[in-house]
């Protein structure tokens, strides 16, 4: 279809969310900034917030896509088994003697074609996403496990490994935030400013609408599946130039912050709305909180508490004030609940014809 008949959708601009759960997002960092330079005296030093940075990059990388394809209505839940196989798949071919230049593009095509993969089965098999990935969540693992083993592999070339923690010369900015930014910058551009956005905004509202509009739905969810694919594979090689090492276990656990970060950043769960502002925003918050906690000793396992109840907070605040606006628009206009929102045993109020009768 053209551009010219792309349906139009009517969401939040940027600049107008962020006068909404953004703003709230700006209002958290602010006061865990605070938090945090109570907690360590360490805190508000240029080293440690490079620290912090470097530390959730290949997490932040990942949030972008899986931002497009939630606003879509479907959900990736295989990235982080992705971003193993790409670390174990690099180890492998660089202990065989395969140069980097060349493993690297190998690695990054068999990410786009597990999630193209993922894509077929949702798009054009009709299966639900959330089965789908479960299902590639374990197989992308599997296989990184039958390529590489228990066993890690190192001894990578210098300048691959400071790619990995290494920083902006004369700065202290980590080369993957550099990546980071231009990754957000240029999917901000094509969701919010292009004919591609409103198809994907179109179709995470209505997707049998979008379709009837002239939106081709399958391929654009394909096409997300494959960039989400892509993205988790480059996050991989991230992690494992970071780390100075490639394992078929990199990555285990980062699907959860992942999602986190995307409903943090108040994209909804459902599809239809959400900004990459926001999810940037929602990044450096987590970042934030996770090193301050970190500072202040906190353990794992009090660190995994608060981040699940931000993940629940993330869809449970945004759900109540919808429901809460919704209800006050219709008793402003004097219409009745909605069918089936009467609770079991109880009784909406009597119509007119019941109080005559």
Known sequence: MSASTAPVVRRRSPAGGLLRWESLLVVALAGLVVLGNALSPF???AGNFANLLSALMEVAIMALPMTLVIIAGEIDL?????AG???????FLWMNGVPLWLAIPLVLLVGALGGLLNGLLIARGGLPSLVVT??????FRGMALIVLGPDG????????????????PGTLIPWPFVVFVAMAIVLAIVLHRTWIGRQVYAIGQNSGAARYSGVRVARVKI???VLSGLVSALAGIILTARLNTARADAGTGLTLTVVTIVLLGGVNIFGGSGTIPGVVLAVLVIAVMQNALRLASVTVQVQAIALGLLLILSVVIPTSA??????????????PPPAGSVGQGERSSPTKEEEQG
């Open 223 to 225: 096409s997300l599946f």
């Open 78 to 82: 295989s990235v982080e088994s992705m």
């Open 85 to 91: 196989l790409a670390s174990s798949l690099l180890g």
């Open 43 to 45: 805190f508000l030093t």
């Open 322 to 335: 919808h429901q809460a606006k919704s209800a006050f628009d219709r008793a402003r206009a004097g219409r």
């Open 153 to 168: 592999v190192s001894d990578f070339p210098t300048a691959f490994t400071a790619f990995g923690f290494g920083s902006v």
């Open 134 to 139: 479960l299902g590639t969540l374990a197989l």
